[in-house]
Every structure is written in C-alpha cells, then in structure tokens.
C-alpha cells in the first residue's frame, strides 16, 4: 500500500504540471500566445490557435532533420497489426472483466428501436412541463422571505432552479430531487430534438449517477453497449516512420489499452454506450417528477434577493421564476455565466447542445458558426484550432468485435471513431483550420459539399489527401456509410476553468456567487478526447448537489456553492488539461514518427502513462 500512496502522489503531481503547462500554453495573453487571426474565404475573421510548448518544438527539429529517402523502405513490424495484444488479452480474461457478445439482429434491433421511441417520445414533450400545470408551477410564486433566510426542513426544501437540459441539467435536476429539493429545469430548446450520436458514459460518471438514483444507473446500463470488453488506442492513418524510429503502415496501432482495468481496480463499473435520447428521457422519466422540464424557456438575467432569499430569475419571454438556488448547466456559451461574471453583451449564445443542437438545419448551422467567433471573444472562450464533422453511421464496423474506439492520426488532421451500439459507429473527423467556415451549398455539380470534402481529406487510393498521405481505409469505410444530411460541422471551442482574475470572489468561489453556481460546460468545456466532458458534468451534479443537501438555512447557500466550486475546479482543470495538450499532440504524432530516440520514447511513454491517467479519471469519489 505505501508504494502504491507513493506513485499515486507522483502521478498527481506529475498530472498537475501538465495541466498546468497546457493551461499556461492555451491561454496567455494575446501579446505573448502564439494565436493569429485569420480571414477565410467567406470573409470571416477566426482565431487559429496554433500549437506552442512541446508541440511547436518536435515540428520545429523535425524541419531541420534530414530526409533520407531509403530510411522509409520497409514493412512496419507484424507485432503492430494485432489489434488486441497479450497486455490487453490478459486484463480482458480476468473473471470479472466484461465478456464481450457477438453483435446480433436482435440487440441491434433492440437499440435502434429504442433510440427511435426515445426521440419521438421527447419530440411529443412527453414528461414536460405544459398547460395549467405551468400556470400553477411553484416558481411563479415569490416567497415572502425575511432578511436572513429561512430554515430548511424536510416540509419545507430548498428550491432549486436549473438552466439547461442537456445531461449537466437533467443529472443536476435529478441529484436534487434525490435529496428532496424542489427543482424545476428550463431549457431553451423548443423542443428536445435528436442531436448527436450516443454518449460514452464512463465508469467515474457511472458511480456518481449509482449513487444519485440507483434505478437510473441500473436503466442506462441496461440500454447500453458496454465499450470496456474490447481494445481502445491510436492507429497512424497512414505510412510514416524510418528504419532509425519505427516504420509503420497505414493502420498500424501506436499504443493499445483497456479501459476496463482500470475500472475494476477502483471496484466501477465498465464504461458503456448510451444513445442520447435514451439518456434524456431516463433521466426524465426516473429522476425527478414530470412537470419538471419547460422548454422554450431561456434564462435572460437573474437577482440575487440577497441575504439568504434567493434568486429571482427571467426568462426570454418575460416570465418571472424565484428559487433559493439557481444552477447554470447551460452549455458553454452560458446566459447565467455571461451574467454571473459581468461578461460582455453577446456573451451567451444559442447552444448546440444535446438538447438544443437538433434544432438545427445546415443553414442555421452555417450562420451559427459565424456568429460563434464574435461570441467567444466576448464570453472569453478559445478556439481550439480544430473543426469538427461528426455522424453517426448504421454500419457494421469491420472490426467491432475487437476494437471499441481508435483514433487514426495524421498531419492537421485526425479521425475518431467509437462503438454507438447497434451496429452503429459515431465518428469524428478533426480537421485544423481557421474558426467560422462553413461547407459550400450543395449544387446539382456537388450534392453532397461534405462527403466530398472528406473524402479528400482521408483518400484511401491514389494519390491520396493534399499532403500526399493515402490514409488507411478505416476512415472511409464509416465516411462513405453516413448521408450527407447527418453529417454536422462545428468548430471546437473550450475554456479555462482555471480563473484569469485577480477578483477574491471569484478565487475563493470560481464557478458560485451568491445563490448562483455553474456546471457542466459552463464552467470547464473541453476537447472531446478523453471523452470526459459529459462525465465530468455529471460528476458536477453530483458533488453540487452533495453540498446543497447539508444546507440547513438558506444563509448557507453561498457558502455550499462556494465550497463545490472549489472542490471541483482543481479535478477538472487536470482533466481539461489533459484534453488540451492531448488534441495538440495528436495532430503530431506523424511528424514524431520520423525522429530517432524521441519518437520511439514518446510512444512508449504514452502507452505506459495510460493506465495512470484512466486511474486518475476512474477514481470512486469527486
């Protein structure tokens, strides 16, 4: 036990320098950060957040290598094609490990269906909140409260309002009435549209939804694709190397790791795969009571009453709501923290989030990706350097019953892709590119503006992409199985939850002031490859809501929040950190291919470092 204290202590450590550097690298000052603004073709101007740190200097000593054509000769090493190595094997037989089940027409079926009955379910407003019962809600209502609060009793709760039904909303939402709050859920969408593929609910999100409502746990498990009985890792897309660092072939794999070790450690559960609908009305239908949820109800500005009689909120349309406690889970363009911390106007925008984003048809989509760039200036947020294009394909992967997730790398460019359940792959292409582009409008000469594009970018044949680099056929196989129409684009955008502010409020309490707290990507949105965001949101619901259930008098309120905030912010500035110098590094990884010593000792580093950080993710409590 005291080696295993020790190393834990070195990983912690060892975790927060890194974190620290990213952050420190992602967001210094314009003057000294190596941000360009750049114009695209559509006249739009973007930030491109080019690398710098460790980053910037391997490209830098890869430019003044030499290049000698006969060290790239050669096949890559047959030990690089086996998808599911002895290491891996090995975790993946223990008894207690999940077995992995062929795929059948029944389970697929099974999936499918339920995801379609989902979506309808929430497109009818099914468990909303409507008619007289909306009239009569209890938040139309202002308490008379005297200065200094009210005592808090089991007949008379905290009352809880919460912006956003997205999963931070709902898990929020559905942590408060498991204590015995009264909450009511705004979201802004006008109804809960499908946007998005399945969510990878991980073994750390898994143990706190456990222990907020045991039936939602047991039910999302039980809709779910366990992802943890197979490999996960990162595959090159194309040839690169030399004979002095490794050559390796289009879909050679870089580094290998089970997720479920981890897990079984810390006594979690396995990680599976749950369609977002299905999460949305699991969560609506066993978290709280229906009536909850209002759409069409933007959260515009807030008062904190002050002196412990809460908060009187407003909505778009001029409605009027009062609680003790407001909680901002509205996505990272934030209404509530646009107004909590005093940002600029045009701070909060429409966000394309699980519940609001399947609104959206392309021509809303392209004017949105415009507007984003002046709204992240104004709500402080970076550009990450990277767009994204995104689908969920109903195809049979060629290699879903070994692999679970992979990530194919290349130069300014990498393609993601993990196991939807149901004989489904959700994909993702990353391209680096200036912010506010947008795909052309299909022609009768191009219908289909985004597969063409795409199917550029990860050539298989010929003389492949624009750098010459014929990319493994993994990535078209799902590319060429998805319709032009479920393809969405978005630029990626995250921010620091880590404070820029010599404000003491804002130090001692980071994402709370008063009766007010944010969660979720309000306060810390992060790059999408750890696939941590939403777990870390629901480990936010969890722990905000732990604190508000030791409130006796609602004079504690601040106190409670403050503490949360401060609690939280240290685990997933980490975690975003991680996030932020893993989405740098992997878009050069092809170029590290090529350089003697470091190449071969970054990939073994990065593959002995994974099981430490899937350990620092997997812990049982946050």
Same mark, same amino acid.
């Given at each position: ?25 992602? $967001? ?81 079926? =099974? ?95 898994? =143990? ?30 194309? =040839? ?187 994909? $993702? ?23 063409? =594009?795409?199917?550029?970018? $990860? ?129 050069? $990884? ?33």
């Amino acid at each position: 036990m005291p080696n295993r204290s020790t190393k834990a202590k070195a990983i912690a450590a060892t975790t927060l320098a890194l974190a620290a550097i990213s952050q420190t690298c992602a $967001f210094a000052p314009a003057s000294l950060s190596s941000r360009t603004t750049t114009t695209t073709h559509l006249n739009v101007v973007g930030e491109q957040a080019t690398s710098i740190g460790p980053a910037q200097l391997l490209r830098n000593l890869k430019e003044t290598l030499p290049q000698i054509p006969w060290l790239a000769e050669g096949d890559g090493s047959a030990s690089n094609k086996i998808d599911i190595p002895d290491h891996v094997a090995h975790v993946l037989a223990q008894p207690d490990a999940p077995k992995r089940e062929a795929e059948s027409e029944e389970r697929t079926e =099974r999936i499918r269906s339920r995801a379609k009955q989902a979506a309808e379910d929430a497109m009818e407003l099914r468990g909303m909140l409507t008619g007289d019962d909306d009239a009569k809600a209890w938040w139309r209502t202002q308490r008379a409260i005297p200065e200094g609060g009210r005592v808090v009793t089991k007949e008379d709760p905290l009352t809880v309002l919460v912006a956003g039904g997205g999963l931070a909303g709902l898990v929020v939402a559905a942590a408060c009435h498991s204590k015995g709050m009264k909450v009511a859920l705004f979201e802004q969408a006008s109804s809960y549209a499908p946007y998005g593929g399945p969510i990878q609910i991980q073994s750390n999100a898994l =143990r706190a939804l456990q222990q907020i409502n045991p039936k939602i746990y047991e039910e999302l498990v039980a809709a779910g694709t366990c992802t943890a009985d197979r490999v996960s890792g990162l595959k090159i897309g194309y =040839r690169k190397g030399n004979k002095l660092a490794g050559l390796y072939d289009a879909g050679d794999w870089l580094v290998r790791f089970d997720t479920v070790g981890p897990a079984l450690e810390a006594e979690l559960p396995a990680t599976v795969v749950v369609d977002r609908p299905v999460i949305q009305q699991i969560l609506v239908k066993y978290g709280f009571p229906e009536g909850t949820v209002r759409i069409a109800s933007r959260i515009e500005q807030f008062e904190d009453l002050g002196k412990g009689r809460g908060v009187a909120v407003t909505l778009k349309d001029g409605t009027k709501a009062y609680s003790d406690v407001l909680v901002g889970a509205d996505g990272i363009w934030s209404q509530v923290r646009k107004n909590l911390h005093g940002l600029d106007d045009g701070a909060g925008g429409f966000a394309a989030s699980g519940a609001a984003g399947g609104a959206l048809d392309d021509a809303e989509a392209r004017k949105l990706a415009r507007d984003t760039v002046q709204i992240a200036a104004k709500a402080d947020r970076r550009f990450s350097g990277f767009t994204c294009y995104a689908a969920l394909a109903s195809h049979r992967a060629s290699n879903i019953e070994n692999v679970s997730y992979q990530i194919l790398l290349g130069e300014k460019k990498y393609f993601v892709s993990t196991d939807g359940g149901g004989e489904r792959q959700q994909w $993702f292409a990353l391209i680096r590119e200036p912010a506010g582009g947008v795909d052309p409008e299909p022609t009768a000469e191009d219908p289909h503006p985004k597969l063409t =594009r795409l199917r550029k970018e $990860f050539a298989e044949m010929g003389s492949g992409d624009e750098d010459g680099n014929v990319w493994d056929p993994f990535a078209l196989e799902l590319i060429n199985a998805s319709n032009e129409e479920d393809i969405k684009r978005r630029d990626l955008y995250d921010g620091a939850p880590l404070l820029t502010t010599l404000d003491p409020q804002r130090l001692l309490s980071p994402w709370a002031k008063g009766p007010v707290a944010l969660c979720g990507d309000a306060c810390h949105p992060m790059m999408p490859n750890l696939g941590q965001g939403g777990c870390q949101a629901t480990e936010d619901g969890y722990r905000l809501v732990e604190e508000l259930a030791g409130v006796q008098h609602t004079k504690s309120v601040p106190g409670a929040l403050g503490g949360y905030s401060r609690v939280r912010v240290i685990r997933t500035a980490i975690i975003q950190g991680f996030a932020q110098l893993g989405s740098d590094l992997l878009v050069d $990884f092809d170029l590290m291919m090529t350089l003697p010593l470091l190449g071969p000792f970054f990939l073994t580093m990065t593959q002995l470092s994974m099981p430490f950080i899937l350990r620092f993710l997997y812990t049982p409590s946050f």
